[in-house]
T-cell receptor, first 115, second 114 residues
Framework: AQKITQTQPGMFVQEKEAVTLDCTYD???????LFWYKQPSSGEMIFLIY??????QNATEGRYSLNFQKARKSANLVISASQLGDSAMYFC????????????FGSGTKLNVKP | ETGVTQTPRHLVMGMTNKKSLKCEQH?????MYWYKQSAKKPLELMFV???????ENNSVPSRFSPECPNSSHLFLHLHTLQPEDSALYLC?????????????FGPGTRLTVL
């Protein structure tokens, strides 16, 4: 089974609007971490935000927030007030405590911000 | 230099060539990773080194040979590659002690095998 599933290959959003990128995950480890990365066309992966499985609050970093629903095993990324520079690929990733050295990545969502 | 650097940024090679990709991290991390990113495929983990020991090898063909001489440097030696090996090769590093320690990525090497 896929560890990380991102079901939206591509998304469009109007500049200044909010957008939600979906991510579901599969693990039986009670301790894990969830990450979101941004990959602009230049290729470099940029870390955005982290959520630990035991964190009580949803993570926030500036315009990025993570909608963590543990029972549903979902960790959606919310980008508020989209900017043209947000156009990029976005990857959800997971790391499990029992297999600490591995990061599992989803297939990504291509976000296009329209002016 | 700061962060994670990779050289070369672009590489074109024939199937009979031997070449090496280099990755260097200036972050004091103790784990380093090689990933392959092909068009329309998820990021594929190839190798993981933790404290200079290889701890993951994801069924990668032997024509890819990693080397980690110290905690700051990681190489990927390439020989007799196939056209399907053309991809973006990303190096990353992380500090392994905490679950929440994210990976820092280099800019990647765009490899084309003719």
């Amino acid at each position: 089974a896929q560890k990380i599933t991102q079901t939206q290959p591509g998304m469009f959003v109007q500049e200044k609007e909010a957008v939600t990128l979906d991510c579901t995950y599969d693990t039986s480890d009670p301790s894990y971490g969830l990450f979101w990365y941004k990959q602009p066309s230049s290729g470099e992966m940029i870390f955005l935000i982290y959520q630990g499985s035991y964190d009580q609050q949803n993570a926030t970093e500036g315009r990025y927030s993570l909608n963590f629903q543990k029972a549903r095993k979902s960790a959606n990324l919310v980008i508020s007030a989209s900017q043209l520079g947000d156009s990029a690929m976005y990857f959800c990733a997971m790391r499990e405590e029992y297999n600490f050295n591995k990061f599992y990545f989803g297939s990504g969502t291509k976000l296009n911000v329209k002016p | 230099e700061t962060g994670v650097t990779q050289t070369p940024r672009h590489l074109v090679m024939g199937m009979t060539n031997k070449k090496s990709l280099k990755c260097e991290q200036h972050l004091g991390h103790n784990a380093m990773y090689w990933y392959k990113q092909s068009a329309k495929k998820p990021l594929e983990l190839m190798f993981v080194y933790s404290l200079e020991e290889r701890v993951e090898n994801n069924s990668v063909p032997s024509r890819f040979s990693p080397e980690c001489p110290n905690s700051s440097h990681l190489f990927l030696h390439l020989h007799t590659l196939q056209p399907e090996d053309s991809a973006l090769y990303l190096c990353a590093s992380s500090q392994g002690a905490e679950l929440g320690n994210e990976q820092f990525f280099g800019p990647g090497t765009r490899l084309t095998v003719l």
